[in-house]
Nanobody, 122 residues
Framework: QVQLVESGGGLVQAGGSLRLSCAAS????????MGWYRQAPGKQRELVAK???????SYADSVKDRFTISRDNAKNTVYLQMNSLKPEDTATYYC????????????????WGPGAQVTVSS
């Protein structure tokens, strides 16, 4: 049982910045990867950024060079620094965590946060 809580969403002017945070808690033995997805009204949910336990990162082409994902392993927390925001970045952003809840890594699941709204005005 793992719970995720996002914070840092809000309303921002185009060109501005926001920083999203997501803290994982519960019966976690280890986290394999954490990431951010987003979904705009009428659109498919899409991957924004991911970071593995080893620190490897990947980004959607639409946010590359503008967004930066990072993590604090000791706190089981992932961050998404969003700069140069555009109206098309407006969406609900969901935190994702792939975690092991046992020492052997036999119980591995994807967990999701409730979402954080990001609105970018023009």
């Amino acid at each position: 049982q793992v719970q995720l809580v996002e914070s840092g969403g809000g309303l921002v002017q185009a060109g501005g910045s926001l920083r999203l945070s997501c803290a994982a808690s519960g019966s976690i033995f280890s986290i394999n990867a954490m990431g951010w997805y987003r979904q705009a009204p009428g659109k498919q949910r899409e991957l924004v950024a991911k970071i593995t336990s080893g620190g490897s990162t990947s980004y959607a082409d639409s946010v590359k060079d503008r967004f930066t994902i990072s993590r604090d392993n000791a706190k089981n927390t992932v961050y998404l620094q969003m700069n140069s925001l555009k109206p098309e970045d407006t969406a609900t952003y969901y935190c994702n965590c792939n975690a092991d809840t046992d020492a052997l890594g036999l119980i591995r699941w994807d967990y999701w946060g409730p979402g954080a709204q990001v609105t970018v005005s023009s």
